[in-house]
């Protein structure tokens, strides 16, 4: 499976941005997506999760704020980001992952992992 992450850019504080990452290959394994973000000096942090089933987990820092969603039938997860913040400014990044579970505590077991996409939040 692989991840293709996009949409990032620069934007205003209190402006919107949307997130796509679109899988190609063996898709129908994939049954939980999610985003992560790292910021410059700062360690990598789970933003947002959906499984399969609909569940969902977010970060605090984002309640309200984010969507997380998917697209079954496009293979593709979204992150609508609403309300941004400059401390939102990082590299977003997407992962995927067999299991159902969306807490993803250990990043480094998930399964595939895309490249990043760069948001820019200007005060």
């Known amino acids: 499976v692989q991840l293709q992450a996009s949409g990032g850019g620069l934007v205003q504080a209190g402006g919107s941005l949307r997130l796509s990452c679109a899988a190609s290959g063996r898709t129908v394994s994939i049954n939980s997506w999610g985003w992560f973000r790292q910021a410059p000096g700062k360690e990598r942090e789970l933003v947002a999760v959906?499984?399969?089933?609909?569940?969902?987990n977010y970060a605090d820092s984002v309640k309200g704020r984010f969507t997380i969603s998917r697209d079954n039938a496009k293979s593709t997860v979204y992150l609508q980001m609403n309300s941004l913040k400059p401390e939102d400014t990082a590299v977003y990044y997407c992962?995927?992952?067999?299991?159902?579970?969306?807490?993803?505590?250990?990043?480094?077991?998930?399964?595939?992992w895309g490249k990043g996409t760069l948001v820019t939040v200007s005060s």
């Open positions: 992962a995927a992952d067999r299991s159902y579970g969306v807490l993803w505590r250990d990043f480094s077991g998930l399964d595939y």
């Open positions: 959906i499984s399969s089933r609909g569940h969902t």
